[in-house]
């Protein structure tokens, strides 16, 4: 018997002795709970199995809510809503966060009878539901991989397990770290969760590795779900003076932060692409086109003060105004 088998069995007669001593401490704890802390804690464990069983729950039905969309459904969506005169095949679609909500609003939600509008303001879960499940419906309506067998396209999970869905998995073993990381096996088809589905359409649709980003700063998790929100356009007209009042003068405030930021880190060239943005928009209000708001034949430049050391801008286009400010 060789020394490192010798040492392998030490090392399982301990780990068993450890367990035992354990499992000795749980008997000791549970016989010295009175009947009001057993009963206490018996209530907590249903809540726990209550929750967890939405959570498969939940798990199941997205998937379900996607395949009645994506394949039952497939021929009566209206996706016509987002073709334009430049874009005449739903396929030919550039996917992005907005083109998704474009996509939850007009065609989802259009589908199901609802106002957008509506179901944001008054149902903002079910509206989160579409909006989960979209980008998984994208993916089946431009790359066709949901796959049959035997008539059914899920699994039949046993005891608290949401199903799975058979999918096509030859896109995906064409790359070698997709294939290792959703199709260990290598077979041309496989199951996969609702939460494996999200992410793979997540990287064929919207190009991004993986669903969890886990290794992003707080900062950027919480624009990243301001960008989403704010993707489609969002405007004033349905909100409350009052609330509106309290938005605009965030939104004021934020801005007014995120370029010192910018200012603060010399991130110049970000500023100036900011710049070119506005620009483009062609916003005759604001800083930077300020210029664009007056007659240049009557008044010829604008004098801002730098209220750190009184120092006077003068300007007369937003590039001067852009270079002075870098210079300051």
Known sequence: ?????????????????????????????????????????????????????????????????????????????????????????????????????K???????????????????????????????????????????????DNNAFSNPIGRTPKKIYISMKAINKDVDLKKKYNKEGGDYAYVSFEELLSISKQFVLKVKDDTREYASKLVKMLRALEEYTADAQNFDTIDTEIKKEEISLIEMMTCRFLSMLDTDNQLETMANIKVYLDNAKLKDGLINFHESYDTNKIKCVNFVNFTNSKPIIAETGEQLLKQLSSQ
């Not at 354990?22 to 008997?27: A, G, R, S, T, Y």
């Not at 199995?49 to 997205?62: F, G, I, M």
């Not at 016509?80 to 030919?92: E, G, R």
């Not at 199901?112 to 089946?140: A, F, H, P």
Request: glycine letters at 2%; charged letters at 25%; one cysteine or more.
């Open 1 to 101: 018997m060789t020394t490192n088998t010798k040492k392998t069995m030490i090392e399982e007669i301990q780990k068993k002795d450890e367990i035992d001593v354990v499992q000795k401490q749980l008997q000791k704890f549970q016989q010295s709970l009175n009947k009001d802390q057993k009963k206490l804690i018996e209530e907590t464990d249903k809540l726990v199995s209550s929750a967890s069983d939405s959570e498969v729950k939940s798990l199941s039905t997205n998937l379900d809510i996607f395949y009645n969309f994506s394949v039952k459904l497939k021929s009566i969506l209206p996706i016509q809503t987002m073709l334009t005169d430049t874009i005449k095949n739903f396929k030919n679609i550039e996917w992005t966060n907005a083109q998704l909500i």
């Open 103 to 149: 996509f939850t609003n007009r065609v989802l939600c259009a589908t199901l009878g609802k106002n957008y509008d509506t179901i944001q303001g008054q149902d903002e879960y079910y509206y989160n539901v579409l909006r989960r499940v979209s980008v998984c419906i994208v993916y089946e309506l431009t790359h066709s991989v949901v796959k049959h067998l």
